[in-house]
């Protein structure tokens, strides 16, 4: 059973350019959480969507940031206009059931680089 | 939002034991979490025990949980130079999301 992928590992990009993150959860599970990770820091959450809806997104900046999890295929983190402060590691974990009566399980992160 | 605080760093010998604390504030944690991250890595989930419980054992492994004073610890037996990593703490109450500390470095020596 293949863990949390996220692709791509490694992202650059130039101020005003827009960065599109994936993330394909664990076989089974349908609960998919963003977080980030500034340098030095601990993950902060972003948003938590199951199939099709955002249940929760209280930890995304207001403008710029989107979420989505499609029927079919992996979550999509987007930022449009990237600035110097996006730069930081993004993590996708997935969980089977809601957080609490399951685990979440982390991916690699995508590293992401504003230049 | 609730607070997770962990020690920075710690430094121990290759073979001692090594113990990393955490305190909480949330007192509506439900779960409390360990993960272990090495460089340029994800987070890779030790243990976890859930808030009515004091103790859990998993090999070289022992949380211990004081809920009257939210403190957590982890104790790692025979600390290897490959237990070498950022140890992060977290919990989650009765939202969704984990609640993390900004981890504590843990350097082996050999």
């Known amino acids: 059973n293949a863990g949390v992928m996220q692709n791509p590992r490694h992202l650059v990009r130039r101020r005003g350019q827009e960065a599109r993150l994936r993330c394909s959860p664990m076989k089974g599970h349908s609960h998919v959480y963003w977080y980030r990770q500034l340098p030095e820091e601990g993950l902060k959450f972003m948003v938590y969507?199951?199939?099709?809806?955002?249940?929760?997104e209280s930890g995304m900046p207001k403008e710029r940031f989107s979420a989505e999890f499609p029927k079919e295929g992996p979550s999509i983190l987007r930022i449009q206009q990237v600035v110097r402060g996006d730069s930081a590691a993004y993590f996708c974990?997935?969980?089977?059931?809601?957080?609490?009566?399951?685990?979440?399980?982390f991916g690699p992160g995508t590293r992401l680089t504003v230049l | 939002g609730e607070d997770v605080e962990q020690s920075l760093f710690l430094s121990v010998r290759e073979g001692d034991s090594s113990v990393i604390n955490c305190t909480y504030t949330?007192?509506?944690?439900?779960?409390l979490y360990w993960y272990k991250q090495e460089p340029g890595a994800g987070l890779q989930l030790l243990t976890y025990?859930?808030?009515?419980?004091d103790m859990k054992q998993d090999q070289r492994l022992t949380v211990l949980l004081n809920k009257k004073d939210k403190h957590l610890s982890l104790r790692i037996a025979d600390t290897q130079t490959g237990d070498s990593a950022i140890y992060f703490c977290a919990e989650i109450g009765s939202g969704y999301a984990l609640n993390f500390g900004k981890g504590t470095s843990l350097l082996v020596t050999p």
């Open positions: 974990a997935s969980s089977r059931d809601r957080l609490g009566t399951d685990t979440q399980y």
């Open positions: 969507l199951q199939k099709e809806n955002i249940i929760d």
């Open positions: 949330d007192s509506s944690s439900t779960y």
């Open positions: 025990i859930f808030s009515n419980m």
